[in-house]
């Protein structure tokens, strides 16, 4: 059974850095596809982030592109996510989300969340 933790959220102001961390375990296949998604009180799920490890490859939401980084530990499937510059509008829970195998389009396995609040 694949299992997704998240740690790594908490408070900073504005302009500072925080890295979350995604643990995934049971994972049957030899590549991994994991994603980090947000979502605000009030407002829709955001993809902010995606990392594949054919390639391996990653792609951002505009909104936090050149501010953020995806990466994956080479010995172990734990995805980061760097958060630098951060913002006020960067506040909310953030999700990492696997697929069961990249070839798939959905994300199956969901961590529990973890919160992300930037003061101003």
């Known amino acids: 059974q694949v299992q997704v933790v998240e740690s790594g959220g908490g408070s900073v102001q504005a302009g500072g850095s925080l890295r979350l961390s995604c643990s995934v375990s049971g994972y049957a296949y030899p590549g991994i596809c994991v994603a980090w998604f947000r979502q605000a009180p009030g407002k829709a799920r955001e993809r902010i982030a995606y990392f594949s490890s054919g390639g391996p490859s990653t792609d951002y939401a505009d909104s936090v592109k050149g501010r953020f980084t995806i990466s994956k530990d080479h010995s172990k499937n734990t995805i980061y996510l760097q958060m630098n510059s951060l913002k006020p509008e960067d506040s909310a829970m953030y999700y990492c989300?696997?697929?069961?195998?990249?070839?798939?389009?959905?994300?199956?396995?969901w961590g529990q969340g973890t919160q992300v609040t930037v003061s101003s």
């Open positions: 989300a696997a697929k069961v195998a990249c070839f798939y389009s959905d994300f199956r396995y």
